[in-house]
């Protein structure tokens, strides 16, 4: 199983960012994922998450500003973050559930950081 975690960076304050995470492979599929970031000296926190039916679920923290969405044809997960605080500086990582034949398991990307500035 391949997981790509991308497009973090460095972005000021205001700013926005889109990560991405994608599942290679036709095999396994991604059925439900999570967005977690850690700052440093922070614990890991979740920041939201989107069901296989397309439900989601946001931090309070990120209400309003963060969008996470899917696209199944392409076997991704977006997270939309709009009006970037410095507060949102972590490295952000994605846990998605993936099936496959008659398996499903829940993996971790490696993480993509991102970095506000004032």
């Known amino acids: 199983v391949q997981l790509q975690a991308c497009g973090g960076g460095l972005v000021q304050a205001g700013g926005f960012l889109r990560l991405s995470c994608s599942a290679s492979?036709?095999?396994?599929?991604?059925?439900?994922l999570d967005w977690y970031r850690q700052a440093p000296g922070k614990r890991r926190e979740l920041v939201a998450g989107?069901?296989?039916?397309?439900?989601?679920n946001y931090a309070d923290s990120v209400k309003g500003r963060f969008t996470i969405s899917r696209d199944n044809a392409k076997n991704t997960v977006y997270l939309q973050m709009n009006s970037l605080m410095p507060e949102d500086t972590a490295v952000y990582y994605c846990?998605?559930?993936?099936?496959?034949?008659?398996?499903?398991?829940?993996?971790w990307g490696q993480g993509t950081k991102v970095t506000v500035s004032s």
């Open positions: 989107i069901s296989r039916s397309g439900s989601t």
């Open positions: 492979g036709n095999i396994y599929k991604i059925n439900a």
């Open positions: 846990n998605p559930q993936l099936v496959g034949g008659n398996t499903a398991k829940w993996y």
